[in-house]
């Protein structure tokens, strides 16, 4: 794998878990450990 294509695939599930993160701290039934466990 070449070092542009790696660093493309970490932006891409930085992004992914990024939206996760600000989806759960958006919805009021998930709970502060849930969140600390995704950072």
Do not use: C, W
């Not at 695939?9 to 992914?16: A, I, M, N, S």
């Amino acid at each position: 794998m070449s070092l542009a294509s790696h660093l493309d695939e970490l932006q891409r599930k930085h992004g992914d878990i990024e939206r996760e993160i600000d989806d759960a701290m958006n919805h009021p039934s998930v709970d502060d450990l849930e969140i600390v466990n995704l950072k």
